[in-house]
């Protein structure tokens, strides 16, 4: 088969690959229905993050079972599922506490963009659809497997509750999500910084009360006016920089809870700061297999539509087109379609 394969900077290739078996009696092999391009696939293809040998990418996935192990008792062949970028046996402490990302088993699922895909520890880590949902719910039903995920955990880490003033630092797919989120757990006021017009629409489609464009200390500034004076009750952070994770603790109240879902690149946090802003603070990679069944039903029964984040559709040998455009902010996230 042919897949995506980063090489270095800038330099993505869709290439022959090995074709994934079945390599341990725990594992399942799926035909992808849908795959995509995320904001954190960015990281390595600007360089920032270090690619010492070519990769396969892509970790976020929806399709149909193919085959599954000797081991494999709850998913079977035929079954759409979907699943995490984090396959996770779902018995152990950290899984039972709610943390699959943590699982003492975890294996990283990559290699998504391409047409057929290996997901280890197969019962822990797939959920299947009572059926196989139609061609229109596959863009929501794969934003689930991260973005979603990943947007809820953000809401649920900053403890987003009804009638809550929440801001949302990023105004990426996650971001974007994570004002889905904080709305549909009944925040009252919904704030999102973006600079971007497109983006902005879409916050508001998804629940966005305010918009404020100013970023560090003067995005700061403007959520204080716009609460006055007092700080959000929950500051989502959705980037993972020194200026977007700062931003999020001096936007919180004291007494406020941030959370930090965007992957950390040179982030370091003063423990004096720490100290004085008297905040909570949660994150980490989102525990995407505790939210799923909840989100997949969300989903089918019509309540949420978060693949409206898809904003670009490419089959995927045009994958090095999907990440120029995110690269260039020309799309917010390319559906790929193998």
Known sequence: MRGAVLYGPRDIRFEERDTPRIAQ???????????????SDLWPYRGIQA???????????????????GAVTKIKPGQFVI?????????????????????????????????????PLADGTLVATSDVPTKELIPSLLAVSDVMGTGWFAADA????????????????????????????GAERIIAMSRHES????????????????RGEAGVARIMELTGGVGADSVLECVGTQESMMQAIHATRPGGYVSYVGVPHGVEL??????FAQVH????????????????????????????????????????EGYRAMDERRAIKALLRP
Not at 59 to 64: D, L, R, T
Not at 87 to 108: I, K, L, M, T, V
């Open 158 to 185: 900053a403890n987003v509750k009804p009638g809550c003033t929440v801001a949302v630092v990023g105004d990426g797919a996650v971001g974007l999500l994570a004002v889905l989120s904080a709305k549909r757990m």
């Open 51 to 69: 690619v010492p040998e070519p990769t396969p990418m892509g970790h976020e996935y929806c399709g149909i079972v193919e085959d599954v192990g």
């Open 25 to 39: 009696p725990t594992d399942a092999i799926i035909t992808l229905s849908a795959t995509c391009v995320c904001g």
């Open 281 to 320: 603070l949660h994150g980490g990679p989102a525990p995407v297999r505790r939210f799923l069944p909840k989100l997949i039903d969300l989903v089918c029964n019509g309540k949420i539509n978060p693949g409206k984040v898809f904003d670009l559709t490419l089959p995927l040998e045009q994958v090095a």
């Open 270 to 275: 003063k423990g004096e700061e720490l100290f």
């Open 83 to 119: 699943g995490s970028f984090f396959a996770s046996d779902n018995a152990c402490p950290n899984c039972d506490a709610g943390y699959q990302s943590s699982c003492q088993h975890r294996e990283f699922v990559g290699g998504a963009q391409a047409p057929v895909l290996r997901v």
């Open 199 to 214: 983006r902005q629409k879409l916050a508001r489609e998804f629940g966005a009360t305010d918009i404020v464009t100013e």
